[in-house]
């Protein structure tokens, strides 16, 4: 993996890449990469590396989340140092992300991680699509945009896979509320009835 | 002025092919523009058998997960299992037992066995003859069912593997039954060859529709047979050695010239090399427990993290990628559907032939609906 992110580096110097260890005991590390230069490092990976196959392509979503970090502070009081142990809350924005399993068929080597991501979930969600360089990620990529949002620039034909051409929302989302009338009830009971209570009283 | 319509020049015309067809396998459309027979334009339609599979599994408990990938191709549950079993024992580390990696061998090639023996009737009944091809290579799938069924309880649903192992040991006869059994496929695929392949209407509807070159079929992402059929030297169970695949002997057969042919006879071939690597498992099981009583099922917690694990399905490369918060429930659940992806050139394939061959050529990638819409 490491060898990779060098190659990268010394082909195509001004990307901005960067290995992200993955604590799983499997340490399938990824590269992320960023959205200008997707291609640019896809294109690398495809022709110089031989990563001639585009395995999986997945959405990932990861709305805004707070973190706890342990931080150590030097603290002086009256001329004397201590060492104080705090705990600090970080606000982590969210993002979209699309994740790309990359193998080498002709080495017969893999696999390589890469991560794309988006500005942020609402209104920068476009990053480079990958299908001009690997035809496998086309129905991927398509299904992505479909559940999660994700908007895929240079895609040949970005249309939504699985769910109807009307539907308007990303089901897979984390924040995805189904709707209460998606079955018809004709007469409402427990969680359905609470719901639509809820919604009355609201409106 | 005349009042009589305008002749016009030859024009396409638009078919919907599908959702019930019975040669679409399923629920599954193509919309294909054609002009006469020939097709110009093909545009699949998917989602007619869509429920989130992966929405559903990411809130369920990891466990739970388990019974829901027998639906995805509803053909192969247990390799189904087994992908996801080893892709949440990558994740969290788990060792598999012994005795299970033996166990998953052979019920792994069994389903490929009749995975196979299915897509031979199929794609004769996709080639209009109906039933009768189809009749024999049920009966012999009939066997490896009720196989599946004295293991396991149920014949298609299998829910069979457990992280770390398997749900329970074979039951008392099973492994002498399997034995015979398949002693007894090569004939079985012998009468089909004897019937089939040098039937001349079977090669005339199959040789040389819809080939496939090695470069074509890896940018697009094709796996398994139907990449192999194009000459690719590339099978999972060889290139990842997962299981103990490594210790047994068997050939990787390849096509030459990737048309529905060469995707035809290479599951012919595939079976046939499954029977040898089965007849080495089953001489070499040993006894011991068939699970790692370390590790858990119910209120399993993976560390933090991610994996991708992947094995050789009958249709292709099945991965799962799995991302754990530490949690008792799936942070993300892919599924790496290798029918939806293997149909990525179906257009490609199908473009120039005639209305009739495109059937065929769905027939050869040999696909499942309930893995293609999820």
Known sequence: MTGVLEAIRAALPSAGIELLKNQSPCAQHSLLVAPKDARAVAEFLRDSLGYDFCSNVSGVD??????????????????????????????????????????????????????VRTGNRDDEVSIPSLTPVWKSADFQEREAFDLYGIRFDGHPDLRRLLMWDEFADHPMRKDYVPPDDYEYEPTPHDEILAKVKSRTEAA | MSHLPSLSPARTIDVSLGPQHPSTHGVFRMNVTLDGETVVKLQPVFGYLHRNHEKIAEGNSWLAAMPYTDRLDYICSITNNWAYALAVEKLAGIEVAERAEFIRVIVGELTRLQNHAAFLGFILGDMGAWGTALMYAFREREKILDLFEALTGARMMCNYMRFGGCRCDLPPGWLETTRKLVDGFPAFLDEMEALLTGNEILLARLQGVAPLTPERAINGGMSGPVLRASGVDYDIRKVDNYGIYGRFKFRVPRGSVGDCYDRFMLRVLEARESVEILKQAIAGIPGGPVINPKAKQRGFRPPVGEAYGRIEGPKGELGFYLISDGSDRPYRFRVRPPSLINLTLLEELSIGAKIADVMVILGSIDIVLGEVDR
């Open chain 1, 62 to 115: 990861w709305p805004a989340r707070k973190v706890k970090e342990a931080i150590v502070r030097r603290e002086t009081v009256e001329g004397v140092g201590t060492d104080v142990q705090e705990t600090i809350e970080r606000e982590i924005p969210g993002f979209l992300e699309a994740v790309y399993h990359l193998f080498s068929i002709a080495k017969k080597s893999g696999l390589l991680t890469l991560r």
